[in-house]
């Protein structure tokens, strides 16, 4: 069964400080993975992955793939509290994506 | 990027009836669109795929019956919660995916729905 899990699932940290999501997967006929960004609606995308060790980046956000360990991390630096949210980590196969259980950030002024 | 509006944004009903929720990609052609639920403080949870013009597939334990799903147009797909109960009550997110092979899937903003 197709399966992707987060860590941690909650973190709290304080505004400036740099965090560190991880997400790793088990699933067949792998594509790509996905970072997406949640508030109080529906998830934003942040990044697509589809091949290892190439560092997507996005202002002070970053994230990368490592194919052969099965894992990704999406590193946020300088954090501030509008990076509070639940980022979820979601893995695609042949036809759908498969979603982690999430992380919750929650960054402290 | 692409643009996905869900509507309505809230509903609450009276258990028993019948609520519809759609689902409209308003820049580009979705040749599959995807329902999910999330509960409270839960990730989501894949509840069937839809392709334009063939039947939806629904992921194990969902109900088809009860959960009616149409995408009649490239553009439109509704889900229809059929004889709400309040354990139904969640939040639904449609989401769109355009070219057949990319998984970049882009997301509505989500239906609120309370079932008293």
């Known amino acids: 069964e197709d399966k992707v899990v987060q860590s941690p699932l909650s973190l709290v940290v304080h505004e400036g400080d740099t965090v560190t999501l991880n997400c790793s997967y088990e699933?067949?006929?792998?594509?790509?993975l996905l970072w997406y960004k949640q508030e109080k609606k529906a998830p934003t995308f942040l990044f697509m992955l589809?091949?290892?060790?190439i560092e997507k980046k996005s202002g002070r956000l970053s994230s990368i793939l490592d194919k052969k360990e099965l894992f990704s991390i999406l590193n946020i630096t300088a954090t501030q509290t509008g990076d509070s949210a639940v980022y979820l980590c979601a893995v695609g196969g042949a036809q759908k994506l498969v979603f982690g259980q999430g992380t919750r950030l929650t960054i402290n002024p | 990027g692409a643009v996905v509006s869900q509507h309505p944004s809230r509903v609450i009903c009276k258990s028993g009836t019948s609520v519809k929720i759609e689902c409209r990609s308003l820049d580009f052609q979705a040749t599959t669109m995807f329902w999910y639920r999330q509960f409270p403080k839960q990730s989501l949870m894949l509840m069937a795929t839809?392709?334009?013009?063939?039947?939806?597939?629904?992921e194990q334990g969902v109900e088809k019956d009860k959960f009616l799903i149409n995408h009649a147009s490239l553009t439109l797909s509704t889900l229809t919660v059929t004889s709400a109960h309040p354990e139904d009550s969640s939040f639904y997110i449609c989401?769109?995916?355009?070219?057949?092979?990319?998984?970049?899937?882009?997301f509505g903003p989500g239906t609120r729905l309370t079932v008293l």
């Open positions: 839809s392709n334009e013009g063939s039947k939806a597939t629904y």
């Open positions: 589809t091949s290892s060790g």
């Open positions: 699933v067949t006929n792998f594509r790509s």
């Open positions: 989401s769109a995916r355009g070219l057949a092979g990319d998984n970049e899937q882009f």
